[in-house]
């Protein structure tokens, strides 16, 4: 009887929003060229009072639909949440801006107050941040909260353009007393550079309000690194910082070293594949060790760091109370650096939050040497980064006279990543799931966040649970084979543990669910039909036991 409760929620949640105010068509996968396609969420959203958010990720959608959209949103006063992601597979990068204008109009017509704008995942370069422009500079998003631009494929350009927005809509927000107050700030995969690093930071250090910033992945240098790093320093609020795989140095490290000294609430500091090599790592060490008090995470792995720092480092959490996770995978410890480095975990008694070394690169072969080279090294770099970016512009130049003579011709490029995504590890994939980061992560997904993931925690099991089914998709049977396994590697492993509760389990699931309220402030998750889905497969299992089973039945046929 439990699943048939669960399988009819999942159909009725894949038709209908889940949240108050939401209405849905996420993952659908529907091909909305024009009015008569969209006729029927047209007249949905038209005859939903109190319209306060609208998913249309998953969807591929044309310029005359989305006009019929907007349309029927100039009346939505009410509306604050856009989730528009990944809804221009395979358009015209021409088709783009007017698409996002009209939209961005319609909400400034409607007089709507935007809480989240989430755009990620649409390759629309430099000119769909200029279909953006407007919309972020008006007044329809001086309550703006959340800003979301994942792998948009922005560049220096896109990056420049939204940063003198950010900074015009503060300026003018500020003017009516209600200055621009951005929480969160999304932008991996963009390839900004310094330059448009360094613009964005100019905005961050004039809001002062950030609490989580994502940034990996984009190409920036210690000189961008460095302007971050200043900016920091003004947003005393921040309780994330992910610049994962960008080239800090021991220059950028140093200086984001020093302004992490001046905050008191980060949570979790991703400088994973960041090169901050072992005087960064030093510095890193000794602003731990002096302050972050709350500090639950510190990933710098693959950063060429040494024996002698990654113990500095590993000393340094000695006294962090809340600390979850460690991460030193992939530098250059060699064995006995692992050994030792391990050692001292165990000795502080939290050798269960330092994470695995197996990808540790073994000792430099000559330290001395590699130290005195450092900075010619560094100098090199740096000569050959501003090759690439005169090499970029002359392609950029290239490639605006290449889409003038396409258009002359009547062809026009495929809205398109511009470079090819490296494939994500499992942390990558937790963070941001997508089915195409799923499926990358090959046969031994499975077993990679059976690793990832502590199944003694039930809370973060659950959460794990629901980030990997949130991508479940039924019509795809690679993805949805994809997300079952992994599920049952997740969770088999969990309810075989003989420390992990089940009920807690299932307590943590119906609160992110939400389902049940707990003492603590947690947010429930945004309810997917994939949820309900992998919720019906996983009760059939062996290894689920069926008491929880008539926990679920209990409240969610309520």
Known sequence: MATDIVAQLADSLAKTGVEDGELSYKGQGRKLDDAQSVAEIVKEIQDFDGLQALRLEGNTVGVEATQAIAKALETKSDFKRCYWSDM?????????????????????LAGAKLTVLDLSDNAFGPDGVKGIERLLKSSACFTLQELRLNNCGMGIGGGKILAASLIQCHKKSSTEGTPLSLKVFVAGRNRLENDGATALAQAFQ??????????????????????????????????IL??????????????????????????VI????????????????????????????????????TEEAALAVAQAVKGKDQLEKLDLNGNCLGDDGCKAVKDAMESMDKADLLGSLSDDEGEPEDDDEDEDDEEDEEDEEEDVDDEELEEEEEEEDDDDEDEEEEEESGVDKLSTPTSAPRPPDVSSFLSFPSPDKLLKLGAKRGLLVQQ?????????????????????KEENNDVKNAVLDTIDALLNKAFTSPSFQGYNFVSALLVLLGLIKSEDKIKPVVVVSGHLHALEHVVRQDYFPKENVAVLEAFMSR
């Open 88 to 108: 221009f597979t395979g358009r015209l990068r021409s088709e783009i801006p007017p698409a996002l204008n009209s939209l961005g109009d319609a909400l400034m």
């Open 206 to 239: 004039m809001m002062g309000s950030l609490e989580e910033v994502h940034m990996p992945q984009n190409g920036i240098n210690h000189p961008g690194v460095t302007a971050l790093a200043s900016a920091m320093q003004d947003n005393p609020g921040l309780r």
């Open 242 to 267: 992910n610049l994962n795989d960008n080239t800090f140095t021991d220059k950028g490290a140093v200086a984001m070293a020093r302004a992490l000294k001046q905050l008191r609430s980060v949570q």
């Open 270 to 305: 991703n400088f994973g594949d960041c090169l901050v090599r072992a005087a960064g790592a030093k510095a890193i060490a000794e602003t731990v060790s002096e302050g972050l008090p709350i500090l639950r995470e510190l990933n710098l792995s693959f950063g060429e760091i």
């Open 452 to 472: 990832e993931v502590d199944v003694t925690d039930a809370t973060k099991t659950a959460e794990a649970f629901l980030k990997i089914a949130s991508v479940y």
